[in-house]
């Protein structure tokens, strides 16, 4: 009997090690499920913005010191400019009610236009 009595004190000791490592790991998948979810909320933002079509993603090309820039899904020619902050002026000009994403085109001209972003940015935030 005293067996018994052991054996059924060992099981629910073992239950209660594998309910806790339980709720610990479904404590620590939820804390990654909210990381990645903030990880990728700027992205499904982007896309709720280009399905409702206020963001237009721009394919760039390079023609001697201008950049040209046309709608990646349309192909239609949206604006132009020497940097960053022309585009945008120019993009803005045309399309006050829209946003913008770089999206694809000239690899060397995509890089240098986000890298010009990120040190217009910056500068601005350093202000």
């Not at 002026?89 to 001209?109: E, L, Q, S, W």
């Amino acid at each position: 009997m005293e067996t018994i009595v052991e054996f059924a004190i060992w099981m629910a000791w073992l239950a209660f090690v594998i309910m806790a490592a339980e709720i610990v790991l479904k404590t620590y998948l939820l804390v990654k499920s909210v990381r990645r979810q903030s990880e990728l909320q700027p992205v499904m933002d982007y896309a709720e913005h280009a399905a409702a079509g206020n963001l237009v993603l721009l394919t760039v090309e390079v023609d001697c010191d201008q950049y040209l820039c046309y709608n990646a899904v349309t192909q239609e020619f949206v604006c132009q400019g020497a940097d960053i902050t022309e585009i945008a002026h120019r993009f803005r000009d045309r399309f006050p009610d829209k946003m913008v994403a770089i999206f694809n085109g000239d690899t060397a001209a995509v890089a240098t236009l986000k890298q010009q972003f990120r040190t217009r940015h910056e500068n601005l935030n350093l202000q």
